[in-house]
């Protein structure tokens, strides 16, 4: 076991970890930040999306030693200062994008980044660009509706 | 997994005296990982190339563009665009947005899964992969399914991309894993065009010579017209038969030259 | 408009914040002080004999705590089947037992036959991998049509066949069907699979055991749908314990779609451990367990035949179906294909002569039980697959034939030709509601544009309606269930007036949390933040059965509806003792207890805090507290309908399909939470979809799951899908529940798949490729094109 460090949520962190600990595993079972779900083990399902240096990442599939002293942003890291939602978490409350809640971490984190690169996407490239974030309980649709709200453009009404 | 020592070199000469002790290669990881999850891989020395700057980057040089082998597809995607807008349009279909931001050409390359993006490109264009000790044409670097001319301890520190006047790349998704059900690479150069095929057949990545020959007489898609490939070496599994496979061979030719 | 908070609104979801911040709280996020680790040692073949299991080197591991085999456990009962069900010569069915962990035989790839506990999971996977475990292969019995003609392999050696029964539904309808059938002027005939389906809640299930020496006490933290049916399977039929000795927590659960319903081995298994080590033991599944043994849903091969008059008139239906329920009988897998199936196979048609006829089989896979929809979207399938080929060969069109054939208003009550009485519906309006909002009339100028674009437009079409509400106890005694499916609430008024109500329903997803808050906060006129729904919990909260078969609302609804009016009746008794009146003339109305025509008034408050400081109380006449739990067992099932639309545009020269929209008109009867109403279709539908285009778990002829990751499962994605259009505006509230309500859960996986295979041929037909009558889910590029291109 070595101590690996960086900075998670804007603190600075150290944990212990093998070579074989995923950024997951160190959030999670490290740090106690659980809200970095794991929902499958072959890259795909998204649950455990966070950002790396700016960068959506899948935390499953990134060694904690391969990015020390990296800057780490998780879901527990995504609300206003005064803990208030974000505008992209209370967009996905206001159109009820989230069910179970189990994929929406990862969704959350995936739909940030695209809103970073791209603040006025079109509903084809939400959808596209969530194709690495899986969800089995909303059908995507308000989801999807989310995102476009967040980056204030035009919904369905229902 | 297997447990394993992670060392991570600041340049490439310490990489590769790593893994000439037998330590293996990371690049982006996002194939090794799940392998290594199911215990199919005990490399006990894993040797992380993310933090050598040399083999980042994509630069424009003698001849076409080189693209570092720890470069992450997301870099090429943006980075490639003025150079090669079919490469970096590519670059931007493999998996997905995050996996884009890790998994490296590098990897893809070395490793060769017979229904890769990059392996199309790199045909497809006549690449050039450049490895810690010499450069192979990509017409002698593809040896069939996840076998390459790479030998052990050979790290690919680059590929060396000429730029065609016109290219594209079609790509017909596997439902599950959105790997490549079928990809066709199209590339018209001053000497000719250049047809490259992922996911369809056995033996990997392939050239198609028959529309080679037709595209570079007239470079479009009535030229296929009547071309087939025989569906004999193809791969047949869930998501389509051999026979299914060879029919889109054809279709995303066209639609690739259409594109391009 | 109904007021913010209440029944009716689209309150925004309170459990979203937590979710939302990352501070869920999932079986996986909880640790326990000194917890081990277990992992689950999984068979590689799918039939084998066990000679034995060397288990010494494992042990010997670091880390190693404890491995246990079968042999461990063979003292314990087996993992229940709920439903008996008889075959039409009145045997039982064959139920053989299931072990916690596999003994004498592994009988499916991923059964389970070891377990290691270690202090880290790590280890426990590392010395499993050193278990020497003597198996010897056996044939695989895979395809079900063999496996009901093999009398040599059998899944279960100890009871001679592998059909586990042969049901007729109705046996007495049997010879008059077949005598519709002789005379009838038309027959269509169709052949079709429901392709089998991993549920993929996107939670892997997750087991964490403890036990506390001090009392003898156990506890399972646990991806439960229904706590209480856990405890009473792992205490009272497995483990062998008294239930008051076992709690079952089910915290968050990352959805569940039926696939965690169910009690598993791993459960018990972790919950022996920890009393053997005096430690809690943890169990997390990865994905690929989850492929490999999580209960899987459909598969079922049917044929359907409907007999009609040359108008199209339907005179009779008549099925064969055979269903696979994999190597053992899970919780409901005998329900799903019999009384989940069978009895819905009238639809929403006036078919006045029905039989249906299911064998369901044991075969060399995982088993097989209820998944979203249950049966429903089985029988609506064949159904609905099956009318629209009589259209097209009768040349009616494919709404006129249904509008001809649905029940009308005027006819419900209605008693079915299956046993069931649909006691109200409109399926008339559900179908112009749809006409309008899919936009019909528009579809041949939408199928002109996508032709300019070189593509094949189709529409497809789905009338349905489904039973739901599960279950009247009665009802479902007759028909072989062996438990209850009441539901259960306990309304506790604290003493500054505030409120927790303990439900049996639990929420993984549905909203419980904030559409039950509503339902109390309305019916008692107070604010719903006041309202705290507690769930998951057995220590907590009262027995009921938890959340499956459509049935929180109108089932643990009802209960807590009839829990709150004991509420308001004790109040009505504590306001007459305060204002000094009599208790019939005290009225409530908007969270304040009045004497009928006075200004003499309690608030809610004033009466709560009054029940907890009852300093005058008459106590002979008055107890003190404000506390009311109520059962509530429906009368009849609900019967939610609709009729679903879906226009897709198909490439001709991939075969590639896409969902060019999808539009649903439903009847739900009354809506509490019109947001949460329509997520429930969205994401039914969403499902529904992945049915029809992309989902099919595979196995080879030697049992090998082929789609064991999701590499190769294709789950629907955003791309997959469009926005979908919903209404739910033509409600006929259900008669017989105090919400009036019928429950959406299940619609949407329901009534979705035929309307896309629907549309499918119908774009083939009408791009001139008639010889394609039918293509089997999930309809891939690859199937469509070898229809196409079939001689």
């Known amino acids: 076991m070595t101590k690996t460090t960086m900075t998670v949520n804007g603190k600075s962190v150290s944990a212990a970890t093998e070579g074989r600990t995923l950024l997951s595993a160190y959030l999670r079972d490290g740090l106690g930040l659980t809200g970095t779900h794991i929902g499958c083990d072959t890259s795909q399902c998204g649950a455990c999306v966070v950002h790396v240096d700016g960068l959506a990442v899948k935390s499953c599939s990134v060694f904690a030693q391969d990015i020390e002293g990296a800057d780490v942003k998780t879901i527990e890291g995504m609300a206003n200062a005064d803990g208030s939602l974000s505008v992209l978490q209370q967009a996905f409350q206001d159109h009820h994008g989230l069910q179970c809640g189990f994929c929406t971490p990862g969704m959350v984190m995936s739909s940030a980044a695209l809103l970073a690169e791209n603040p006025n996407p079109t509903e084809h490239q939400v959808r596209d660009y969530l194709e690495g974030n899986l969800c089995r309980c909303t059908g995507y649709h308000n989801i999807v509706k989310a995102v476009m709200a967040a980056s204030d453009q035009a919904v369905p009404a229902e | 997994m297997y447990d394993f020592t992670l060392v991570k070199p600041k340049n490439l000469a310490d990489a590769v005296a790593a893994i000439a002790d037998g330590a293996q290669a990371l690049s982006g990881g996002q194939t090794l990982l799940p392998t290594m999850k199911q215990r199919l891989a005990d490399p006990g020395t894993l040797v992380s190339l993310s933090g050598i700057p040399e083999l980042h980057g994509v630069c424009k040089g003698d001849g076409g563009i080189i693209i570092g082998g720890a470069t992450p597809h997301a870099v090429v995607a943006r980075e490639a665009a003025k150079y090669y807008p079919a490469l970096a349009a590519l670059a931007n279909q493999i998996g997905d947005p995050a996996v884009r931001n890790r998994g490296t050409i590098g990897g893809s390359i070395a490793n060769n899964d017979p229904s890769a993006c990059y392996p199309a490109a790199a045909l497809g264009s006549g690449a050039i992969i450049q490895t810690n000790t010499r450069e192979i044409a990509a017409d002698d670097y593809f040896r069939g399914m996840f076998e390459t001319a790479l030998h052990e301890g050979e790290i690919v520190t680059g590929v060396k991309f000429p730029v065609p006047q016109k290219a594209a790349y079609i790509k017909f998704v596997q439902p599950a894993s959105r790997f490549a059900l079928v990809g066709a690479f199209v590339a018209q150069f001053a000497d000719g065009v250049r047809v490259a095929i992922t996911g369809a057949s056995n033996n990997g990545v392939f050239r198609w010579a028959e529309a080679e020959a037709a595209l570079s007489a007239n470079f479009a898609p009535k030229a296929l017209m009547g071309l087939t490939l025989p569906a004999d070496d193809m791969i047949s599994d869930l998501h389509g038969t051999a026979e299914y496979r060879a029919h889109l061979c054809g279709v995303m030719v066209k639609r690739a030259v259409m594109a391009a | ?791």
């Open chain 3, 1 to 791: 408009m109904p007021k913010d908070g209440g029944i009716g609104a689209s309150t925004k979801r309170r459990e979203d914040i937590r979710f939302l911040t990352g501070k869920g709280r999932y079986t996986d996020d909880i640790n326990l002080r000194g917890q081990a680790y277990a992992y689950f040692l999984r068979s590689e073949v799918a039939h084998g004999r066990i000679n034995h299991i060397d288990t010494k080197t494992a042990a010997a591991m670091p880390g190693v705590l404890t491995i246990l085999t079968g042999d461990d456990f063979v003292a314990m009962g087996g993992n229940p089947a709920g439903w008996l069900i008889h075959s039409r010569n009145g045997d039982p069915m064959k139920e053989p037992k299931r072990p916690v962990l596999a003994h004498g035989k592994v009988r499916h790839v991923g059964d389970a036959y070891a377990v290691v506990i270690a202090e880290t999971y790590q280890q426990a996977r590392d010395a499993a991998a050193c278990i020497d475990a003597d198996i010897t292969d056996l044939p695989a019995v895979v395809d079900m049509a063999r496996a009901l003609s093999d009398s040599t392999n059998l899944v279960h050696d100890e009871i001679g066949t592998n059909q586990c029964f042969d049901w007729g539904w109705i046996e007495d309808n049997r010879a008059a069907v077949d005598a519709a059938f002789a005379t009838a002027p038309h027959i269509t005939t169709l052949q079709l699979i429901n392709n089998r389906l991993t549920p993929n809640a996107m939670e892997p299930r997750a087991s964490l055991g403890d036990f506390d020496p001090g009392t003898g006490d156990y506890k399972l933290y646990t991806t439960s749908q229904n706590p209480h049916l856990h405890r009473l399977l792992i205490a009272a039929f497995v483990m062998g314990m008294p239930e008051n000795k076992l709690t079952v927590i089910a915290p968050d659960v990352g959805g569940g779609f039926g696939s965690k319903i169910y009690h598993y081995g791993e459960e018990a298994a972790v919950l022996q451990a920890a009393k053997l080590l005096n430690r809690p033991v943890k169990w997390v599944a990865e994905r690929s367990e989850s492929f490999l043994s999580d209960a899987h849903g459909r598969d079922h091969v049917t044929k359907i035949e409907l007999a009609t008059t040359k108008d199209g008139e339907f005179l009779a239906l008549r099925t064969e179906t055979m269903a696979n329920v994999g190597a053992y009988l899970s919780n409901f897998s005998t329900a799903t294909p019999t009384f989940l199936h069978g009895t819905v196979m009238a639809g929403p048609y006036k078919t006045p002569l029905i039989y249906v006829n299911v064998k369901t089989v044991f075969t060399n896979t995982a088993p097989v039980d209820a998944y979203r929809g249950a049966g429903r979207p089985e029988a609506t399938y064949s159904l609905e697959r099956v009318i629209d080929k009589c259209a097209r060969e009768l040349g009616i069109d494919q709404a006129e034939i249904r509008r001809k054939n649905l029940l009308t208003p005027d006819q419900f009550p209605y008693q079915t030709p299956v046993g069931l009485v649909y006691d109200t519906g409109n399926y008339q309006a559900t179908l112009d509601k749809l006409t309008d909002i899919a936009d019909l009339a528009g579809f041949e100028a939408r199928r002109a544009t996508s032709a300019k674009n070189g593509k094949l437009r189709g529409l497809g079409l789905s009338t349905w309606v489904e039973a739901c509400g599960i279950a009247p106890s009665n009802l479902v005694g007759v028909l072989g269930a062996r438990v209850g499916l009441f539901d259960a609430a306990t309304v506790r008024v604290n003493a500054t007036g505030n409120i927790s109500v303990m439900t049996g329903a639990h929420s993984h997803g549905q909203g419980h949390e904030t559409v039950f808050a509503q339902i109390v906060a309305d019916r008692l006129g107070i604010p719903a933040e006041s309202v705290d729904i507690v769930h998951g919990d057995t220590s907590k909260i009262p027995f009921g059965m938890g959340s499956y078969g459509s049935r929180s609302l109108s089932v643990a609804g009802s209960a807590m509806t009839k829990a709150v009016d004991k509420i308001i009746a004790k109040g009505k008794k504590i306001a007459a003792h305060m204002l000094e009146a009599s208790e019939n003339d005290i009225e409530f109305k908007d969270g304040s207890f009045s004497v009928a025509g006075t200004d003499k008034a309690k608030t809610f408050g004033e009466i709560a805090f009054s029940a907890y400081v009852p300093h005058n109380y008459p106590l002979e006449t008055l107890e003190p507290g404000l506390e009311e739990t109520a059962f509530y067992d429906p009368a009849n099932f609900t019967y939610p309908a609709g009729a679903y639309a879906c226009e897709v545009e198909l490439d001709p020269d991939t075969g590639h399909v896409t969902i060019a929209s999808f539009a649903c008109a439903d009847d739900f009867g009354n809506v509490m939470n019109p947001m949460i109403v329509n997520g429930q279709v969205h994401g039914g539908v969403g499902q529904g979809i992945g049915q029809a285009l992309l989902e099919n778990t595979t196995y080879d002829e030697n049992g090998q799951l082929l789609t064991g990751s999701f590499m190769d499962y294709a789950m629907p994605r955003a791309s997959d899908v469009p926005y979908y259009t919903v209404d739910h505006s033509c409600n006929t509230p259900c008669t017989h529940n105090p919400l009036g309500a019928k429950g959406c859960g299940e619609a949407g996986a329901i009534g979705s798949p035929p309307a896309v295979v629907n549309a499918v041929i119908d774009a083939l037909h009408r791009a001139g490729h008639s010889h394609v009558t039918h293509i089997d889910m999930p309809v891939s590029p690859a199937r469509v094109w070898a229809a196409m291109n079939q001689a």
